[in-house]
T-cell receptor, first 116, second 115 residues
């Protein structure tokens, strides 16, 4: 079974600084998708960024970027120029690309605090 | 795009009672998912619908749980004879299509407390 591990239960960052959240995963599949979701106190999960495993280029979305290391099965999220609104729980998630692989596997999350 | 809505937002019930939650996906989305999230954990997959067909169920979905999506629109998740271990947040998500461009939109969840 696929597993997703987030080893940092909590992280903090000064406003305007950069922070990196770690994620590792275990899979025997060669094709899959990786995601970072943000869950603010409103509880609604919001997609931050997505990476296709067949793409070597790391995904970027404005201040958010990933460091995808397929061989190491590592998928970290870098948040640049951190803002107060970035404070939330961040979940790393995996989804296979096989027919019938419809569900996301989530890690246990990292709570990010942004210090003004 | 009015987003995925879930009702109720909070539900408190006594052990042994039945509860039902509703999810209204984004109107043109044919795929609908239910997840459960317990305190300190990430969401765990429960079940998936494509239109009105329930195509996948997790082993977490015991026989006390039933989900429906009549006419491929809204969905309901019913828990019969609730137990304290059912206390969790139940999240619904929907999407338009699968594949590289699939993007899940989540609702704000229903927080269930079983006393």
């Amino acid at each position: 079974a696929q597993t997703v591990t987030q080893s940092q239960p909590e992280m903090s960052v000064q406003e305007a600084e950069t922070v990196t959240l770690s994620c590792t995963y275990d899979t025997s599949e060669s094709d899959y998708y990786l995601f970072w979701y943000k869950q603010p106190p409103s509880r609604q999960m919001i997609l931050v960024i997505r990476q296709e495993a067949y793409k070597q280029q790391n995904a970027t979305e404005n201040r958010f970027s990933v460091n995808f290391q397929k061989a190491a099965k590592s998928f970290s999220l870098k948040i640049s120029d951190s803002q107060l609104g970035d404070a939330a729980m961040y979940f790393c998630a995996y989804r296979g690309d096989q027919t019938g692989a419809n569900n996301l596997f989530f890690g246990t999350g990292t709570r990010l605090t942004v210090i003004p | 795009d009015t987003g995925v809505s879930q009702d109720p937002r909070h539900k408190i019930t006594k052990r042994g009672q039945n509860v039902t939650f509703r999810c209204d996906p984004i109107s043109e989305h044919n795929r609908l998912y239910w997840y459960r999230q317990t305190l300190g954990q990430g969401p765990e997959f429960l079940t998936y619908f494509q239109n009105e067909a329930q195509l996948e169920k997790s082993r977490l979905l015991s026989d006390r749980f039933s989900a429906e999506r009549p006419k491929g629109s809204f969905s309901t998740l019913e828990i019969q004879r609730t137990e304290q271990g059912d206390s969790a947040m139940y999240l619904c998500a929907s999407s338009r299509n699968r594949g590289v461009n699939e993007k899940l939109f989540f609702g704000s969840g229903t927080q269930l407390s079983v006393l």
